[in-house]
């Protein structure tokens, strides 16, 4: 069972900066918080992660609040092609496996 | 080499048929994700494997379903007389070490799948 929570699907203007919300309150302490996208057809492709800070590469930046129990993902100059299903996962230490458990993803449409 | 590679991109095959897909995860990574997507869906996990065991299967649908890695290396998914309900795009990832909670997976290109 999926551990996160986020908003079916978002619209965002070329240009801006598009913030992506994720609820995961039960997050445990050695937990980490994955953000994946899945562009039509391709397999998905790593943005961030992070466990207790707040995060940023070339990608994006992840804020992750001080009680760890949500994140927002933020794509600070959303483009076209940033248009995708956004995927926030809290690694599963299941049987030590720490395999992802994918839930629905945000469908983000960034419009010209 | 430089990404995680899948193999076939597409295959089509006839309702009771046995197919395999193959992955070559990134040179050096010991860690092998196999996953399924149906469309419209998430991603579900199906097994997992360190090196050449596999310690967690828990995501197999049933006993048609069976994945082996050998060398380290190169992992095959076979499904065994195939039905309708196993049409998806079949995903595999890697990542570099053992399962740990901060260790990233890449994913490669899938392989579609559709029983006719």
């Keep these: ?112 | 080499g430089a990404g995680v590679s899948q193999s076939p991109s597409n295959k089509v095959t006839e309702k009771g048929k046995d197919v395999e897909l193959r992955c070559d995860p990134i040179s050096g990574h010991t860690a092998l994700y196999w996953y399924r997507q149906s469309l419209g869906q998430g991603l579900e996990f199906l097994i997992y494997f360190q090196g050449n065991s596999a310690p967690d299967k828990s995501g197999l649908p049933s006993d048609r379903f069976s994945a082996e890695r050998t060398g380290g290396s190169v992992s095959t998914l076979t499904i065994q007389r195939t039905q309708q309900e196993d049409s998806a795009v079949y995903l595999c990832a890697s990542s570099l070490a053992e399962a740990l909670p901060g260790e990233t997976q890449y994913f490669g290109p899938g392989t579609r799948l559709l029983v006719l």
């Design chain 1, 1 to 112: 069972d999926a551990k996160t929570t986020q908003p079916t699907s978002m619209d965002c203007a070329e240009g801006r900066a598009a913030n992506l919300p994720c609820n995961h309150s039960t997050i445990s302490g050695n937990e980490y918080v994955y953000w994946y996208r899945q562009i039509h057809s391709q397999g998905p492709q790593y943005i961030i992660h992070g466990l207790k800070n707040n995060e940023t590469n070339e990608m994006a930046s992840l804020i992750i609040t001080e009680d760890r129990k949500s994140s927002t993902l933020i794509l600070p100059h959303a483009t076209l092609r940033d248009t995708a299903v956004y995927y926030c996962i809290v690694r599963n230490p299941i049987s030590g496996t720490y395999k992802y458990i994918f839930g629905t993803g945000t469908r983000l449409k960034v419009l010209a």
